[in-house]
């Protein structure tokens, strides 16, 4: 590290909580698919912020519509209309045929805000005696880290000494429709469910799974409530990963890419049932919904369809798939993904996949690890067959290392 990047590390160390462990990077521009440290070093990224930036960073349509709206009107709050909140309403429901949207900020705050609807519904329209409403979740599930979230995880670095946690969850395996038909009660309200467990590292539900999870929430009156806050928006290379086997949610929340990494936008999307329960007072939030976030959320979505960024998504996402598989490494253990959500999961033998994401950077490429043995491999959508086939040549030479 250079004298610079030392400095921002040790001021980051010195005034900052420690609940994150950053590759030691420290970043000061980005384009495209590409970002650059302080020291000038250019790195493909292939995180995308989670798959924030999943249009690529510094998106030039999105930064002038942020821009504009900046200049015009920021902050409202829902005491008063906008004149961007209802283009961004009829949009957003026009791309994903949805009936019903609830603007939020975070993911966090999308998935807190459905499981208060599905709740809510429940009592009101399901007919659940109050204060007994159940929602059934998946073990190894991530779905944010508010304190109601973390209450239903299963990963003790997220619940330890958090508690008390709120009841009202009940936890099945991931992938196992016999599971949730098991688990369904009288009481059950929903299912919440990653179609696609980003950070459990990229774990894909066996082949009919969500066609029988649909057909099961159907018959018993539940709420499929589908969390697309990473797959959604394309990075799947579908707009919706539920698409992948012809289904529909009931609730959908989505995140990060929707406002392509400018500026935290979050939704619920859903039918009428679950949102039609709600009434002025109940539930809202003061930055939910505001000009600026609309206004850059409906730039976001445009360009994802205009650029053909689903489509390259699709087809990127095979090509870096195909050459990760062709790499001939005894450290992996197997390689998944569907789209631009790709990982590589090595043998515990090869060691922690973070010094293998270290070792990547010093090749120009950022990468991150997750729980332990798996390597998350996410471009923005606009990724290259050239950067696909460049990045590969780089992986193939890290993973193909010995560092034991």
Known sequence: MSASVIDFVATEARFGAHNYEPIGVVLSRGEGVWVWDTDGNRYLDCLSAYSAVSQGHCHPKILAAMVEQAHRLTLTSRAFHNDQLAPFYEEIAALTGSHKVLPMNSGAEAVESAIKSVRKWGYEVKGVPDGQAEI????????????????????????????????????????????????????????????????????????????????????????????????????????????????????????????????????????????GTLRPGQHGSTFGGNPLACAVARAAMRVLVEEGMIENAATQGARFLEGLKDIRANTIREVRGRGLMLAVELHPEAGRARRYCEALQGKGILAKDTHEHSIRIAPPLVITSDQVDWALERFAAILTQDFS
């Open 136 to 275: 059934i979740v998946c073990a190894n599930n991530f779905h944010g880290r508010t304190l109601g979230i973390v209450g239903f995880s299963t990963d003790p670095e997220t619940r330890a000494h958090f508690g008390p946690f709120a009841p009202g969850f009940k936890l099945i395996p991931f992938g196992d429709a016999a599971a949730l038909k098991a688990a369904i009660t009288p009481n059950t309200v929903a299912f919440l469910v990653e179609p696609i467990q980003g950070e459990a590292g990229v774990v894909i539900p066996p082949a009919g799974y969500f066609t029988e999870v649909r057909q099961l929430c159907t018959a018993n009156n539940v709420m499929l409530v589908l969390d697309e806050i990473q797959t959604g928006l394309g990075r799947t290379g579908k707009l919706l990963a539920e698409q992948h086997e012809g289904i529909e949610a009931d609730v959908t929340l989505l995140g990060k890419a929707l406002s392509g990494g400018f500026y935290p936008v979050s939704a619920v999307l859903s039918n009428n049932a679950v949102l």
